[in-house]
């Protein structure tokens, strides 16, 4: 985990809520606090906040909370916001008064860190947050061969849909697509209905700022099933269309 590795009962004296981002963030945290031997939150009487994504949560379960804070479970409030997106989390939290809070985050690696990591900070700070920046884990691009796939399926092969579940991943795929000759432009043109689509709105206003047009966004960001019922939907719609 990075700078988490760090992470002590007496680190933890000195914080009073920890957001999680993304479920790898959670999985990574978990990680260093089962390599322990004791529970990571030390005895204090104030309430300790956890607060996670959608079903991200369903990680912080009897044994994360167990490795975590010991028997005394009730010492944790554990928040979900209704909008699952780092607002969300932000909103949730309400106004720190300058407390801590730690937000394990990626450590981006061949590619442009996305900004809803430091918006993410920045939104924090502006609700009277401190935030504790850690990179946690990586997002790593695959390099350059990983849109081969997309160019071969130009020889005669259907695509009906492209699903991007983070900016991260849009900008991956078109770094690797410029190494092959190719531009969004390109797809769209081998393939005129094809059907973008984005895991909810942070990944959509990603994708449009690197110039992806998205023709489906997740009404439902907490899991992936969302976007997976609004591709099958618009899809549907679209064959209905032609008979």
């Known amino acids: ?30 990680t260093v606090s089962l390599s322990l031997t004791t529970p990571l939150l030390p005895p204090r009487e104030d309430t300790f906040i956890i607060a996670a994504l ?13 490795n975590f804070c010991g028997d005394d479970i009730s010492r944790v409030n554990v928040l979900v916001p209704t909008i699952a997106t780092p607002s969300g989390i932000v909103q949730l939290l309400g106004t720190g008064r300058g407390r801590k809070v730690l937000c394990p985050v990626p450590r981006v690696v061949g590619l442009e860190e996305p900004p809803v990591v430091p918006d993410f900070l920045r939104e924090l700070e502006a609700s009277g947050w401190v935030p504790i920046r850690v990179d946690a884990y990586e997002t790593r691009w695959l390099g ?31 770094k690797s697509l410029r190494e092959f000759g190719w531009d969004w432009e390109m797809v769209r043109r081998r393939w005129p209905h094809l059907v973008v689509a984005a895991h909810g709105p942070v990944t959509a206003a990603g994708a449009e700022r690197l110039g992806v047009n998205v023709d489906v966004v997740s009404a439902r960001s907490d899991s992936f099933q969302g976007v997976v019922d609004a591709v099958e939907a618009k899809l549907r719609g679209l064959d209905s269309s032609c008979m």
Do not use: N, W, Y
């Not at 914080?15 to 945290?29: G, N, Q």
């Not at 079903?55 to 912080?60: G, M, N, Q, R, S």
């Open 144 to 174: 350059p061969t990983c849109g081969k796939g997309v160019v071969e399926l130009s020889e005669g092969g259907l695509l009906d849909a492209m699903v991007f579940t983070s900016s991260g991943e849009v900008e991956g795929l078109l």
């Open 54 to 66: 959608g079903k991200d949560v369903e990680l912080i379960d009897s044994t994360f909370l167990l």
């Open 1 to 30: 985990m990075g700078d988490a590795l760090q992470l002590s009962p007496h680190s933890l004296s000195l914080l009073s809520a920890i957001a999680f981002p993304s479920r790898t963030a959670i999985t990574a945290f978990s």
